[in-house]
């Protein structure tokens, strides 16, 4: 596999040059490298990547691809082996992230949004482990040369190159991913350093710059700061900076805007659109708000339970979704049109834990359309109901 030179989109761009033997992102990432270092030590070191290799007949990691995706998730599995049992947090999901374009992720809290996220980065903690599928990055575009990421195993170079270079990641908890020991200049250094070869100067001058794209005022101050001194809303535009810093091929944001106000909201959602238009950078964007996908979005993926229910062009999404756990989520969202005392609908029911998984069709017991001796009995699979939209639903079963 090749790692090509990218050029930073901020005033620094000479003299930028993506180091092949970068390392981990950050020290959550060395932390999580060390827990799935010892997921491999408690399944006997039989995870995705070992196991791959050892049938690989090419052994170069190398895989096809659908169409010209960037990325291309298929039949991830990850599980979490707890005390109480194992927890089959994602469930065999699939969708593609196309160059240049945005992903939306959405579904209701503990559906799998975050663990899906991660585990394209390996960065899964115990007791969780992939437990299967392929995860096809194709930077190059060529038919024929991507590299599945799980078959690079969570430790090598390669993925440590990626992970936080190629492929970065806004965390949902931006209070947890920063080391409160190190000012931010220094975390956003170590980025740097382990994924360009930038000087010194140029390091800290790219990480004032970012800063100051982000909206934190006196950013040549910030950078000497330590993350306590940062506000909830500043440590997330912070962690948005030390994201596209590397000027990522894909960038992974897992509920970026949640902690800001609206004003900052659309700052950052045009800072990443404009991002992805200078550097045709591919976005898989994790949200709750309907409204932020219907603004950045260019196709969905509805989640429900670990798996994908529903998956589509954004604008189908909205005219006409299929599943319906999808028409439920849209109608449970205001439109103009709703009086400001209106009640809206809610979803019935509550979302079960993936360990008391129901029978059947996973939403069969809050779905308005179920079929009794059918939707209780089989698990629908996901299936092209039109050129464009996918839905996993009995209702749409033999079209
Ligand atoms: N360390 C863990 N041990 C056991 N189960 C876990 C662990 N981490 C996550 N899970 C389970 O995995 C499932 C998916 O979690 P995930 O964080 O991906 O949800 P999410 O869709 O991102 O939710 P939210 O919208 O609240 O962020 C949940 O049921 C959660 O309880
Ligand atoms: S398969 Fe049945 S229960 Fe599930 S969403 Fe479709 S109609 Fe509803
Ligand atoms: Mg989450």
Redesign the pocket.
Known sequence: MTTETRQPTAPLDSGFRRNDVAAPLDSRVRGNDVASARNDDMSGGNDVASARNDVASSGNGESPVAGDAILSVRGLETQ?F?DEGV?R?VDGVDFDVLPGTTMGIV?E????????AKSILQIV?A??RITNGEINYNPSGDAGSATDLLSLGANSDAMRSIRGGEISMIF?EPMTSFSGLHTFGNQIDETLRLHTNLSKQERFDLGVDWLARVGIPNPTQRMHEYPFRFSGGQLQRAMIAMAMCTNPRVLIAD?PTTALDVTTQAQILDLLQRMQEENDMAILFIT?DLGVISEIADDVTVMYLGKVVETGPVFSFFDEPKHPYSKALLTSIPSMFTSSRERLPSISGSIP??QNRPMGCAFHPRCQSFMAGTCDVGEPELQSVNEEQEVSCFLYEGQ
């Not at 809290?109 to 899906?116: D, E, F, H, Q, R």
Request: glycine letters at 20%; hydrophobic letters at 20%.
């Open positions: 979490f707890t927890v947090a579904g809290s503990g559906c799998g949004k975050s663990i899906t903690e007791p969780g949902q509920e709750h834990h993936p």
